[in-house]
């Protein structure tokens, strides 16, 4: 139900946009999340917007680099990510939580759906 797309192999120091779409409900009252998973690496959680989308959240590992935004008539959630490292190689997965109309998410736990994933790979 969840969809990510827009991973790929960068050259650290590059960029790409990632984006979590939902094909059979709205995103409009849900808090979404992106988490990461690295072979051997516990998943993370890399950041979060509210779905007001006034509120967002990020990971001191990510922060200043990454950009959440959301675009509800496209059903669609982004995640900038510029100035890449070799340590953001990852599979990145989107999730999404029912909160109805609210100004805060979580980076951590209680999200219900999720996409399947998309490999990020920086390196030269």
């Known amino acids: 139900q969840l969809v990510e797309s827009g991973g790929g192999l960068v050259q650290p120091g590059g960029s790409l946009r990632l984006s979590c779409a939902a094909s059979?409900?709205?995103?409009?009252?849900?808090?979404i999340g992106w988490f990461r998973q690295a072979p051997g690496k516990e998943r993370e959680g890399v950041s979060c917007?509210?779905?007001?989308?006034?509120?967002?959240n990020y990971a001191d590992s990510v922060k200043g680099r990454f950009t959440i935004s959301r675009d509800n008539a496209k059903n669609t959630v982004y995640l900038q990510m510029n100035s890449l490292k070799p340590e953001d190689t990852a599979v990145y997965l989107c999730?999404?939580?029912?909160?109805?109309?609210?100004?805060?998410?979580?980076?951590?736990?209680?999200?219900?759906?999720w996409g399947q994933g998309t490999q990020v790979t920086v390196s030269s």
């Open positions: 059979r409900f709205t995103l409009e009252y849900h808090a």
């Open positions: 917007i509210s779905s007001s989308g006034g509120s967002t």
């Open positions: 999730a999404a939580v029912l909160t109805g109309r609210s100004n805060s998410c979580s980076r951590s736990s209680g999200y219900d759906y």
